[in-house]
C-alpha cells in the first residue's frame, strides 16, 4: 500500500491540462511554469493535433520541467508517449483493456488515471482494474468539450464513499464553482480553460484555486 499512498498524495490539488487552442507551441512551456508556480500540482500534457514529433517534442520538454519542480507530470492518452519521457503515469478513456495495457507498458510504478465520466459502475470497473485516480465529469458548461456527458454533485459524494481512489473532478471548472467540488469530495480539480485562456494571468489564476484547497 506504500505505492499507493504516494500516488494518493500526488492527485491531490489543481490538475492542470494543456491545450493547444489556448497556448501556441512558442509559450508552452512559459505557461506551464505560471501555473506550477501558482501551485498546480499535478500537468497533463493534452495535444491531439500536432505531429508525433512535436508531442514528443513538448512532452520532453515538460517532463523535464516538472521533474525539476517537483510536480507529478501525465500523459494523455499515449503510454508509449508517457515511457518515452518517462512521464510519472498516464491518463486513458474507459475502454476495455487499456488501464491493462498501461500497466504493461509503464509498469507497477505508474499512476494510472481513467475517465469514468458520470458512471459509478465505471469508477467501480477502474478501482477493480488496478487504476490509481479516477476523473468524473464533466459538472458544468465546458468550453473544451461541450457535448461531455453531464456529472452531479450527488455522484461525487457518492463515489467519494464508496471508491478509495483519488477523485479528479473535471469539465468546465472555474474559481467560483470549483469550492463546491472540493466540499463534496474532489481530491484535484482539473482546469484547462478558465486557468489557461487569459496567457497574462495564468499565475494568480493558479494561485487562487491553490488557495481553495487550503482554506
Known sequence: ???????????QGLYAITDPTLIDDANLIQAVTQAIKGGARIIQYRNKQGSAEL???QALA?????????VCFIINDDPQLAKSVNADGVHVGKDDGQIT??????????????SCYNQLENARQAQADGADYIA???FFSSQTKPD??????????????EIDLPIVAIGGISRDNAG???????????VIY??????????????????LFNK
Open 148 to 161: 461531455a456527458v453531464q456529472a452531479s454533485l450527488e455522484l461525487l459524494a457518492q463515489v467519494k464513499l
Open 136 to 138: 468524473l465529469g464533466r
Open 180 to 190: 463546491q467540488l472540493i466540499e463534496h469530495g474532489a481530491d484535484a480539480i482539473a
Open 194 to 211: 478558465d486557468l489557461f485562456h487569459n496567457t497574462h494571468n495564468i499565475k494568480d489564476t493558479a494561485q487562487e484555486f491553490f488557495l
Open 101 to 114: 495495457e498501461a500497466r504493461k507498458i509503464l509498469g507497477t510504478n505508474a499512476i494510472i488515471g481513467v
Open 55 to 57: 508531442q514528443l517534442q
Open 1 to 11: 500500500m506504500i505505492l499507493q499512498n504516494s500516488h494518493r498524495q500526488k492527485i
Open 62 to 70: 515538460l517532463a523535464q520541467l516538472c521533474k525539476q519542480q517537483q
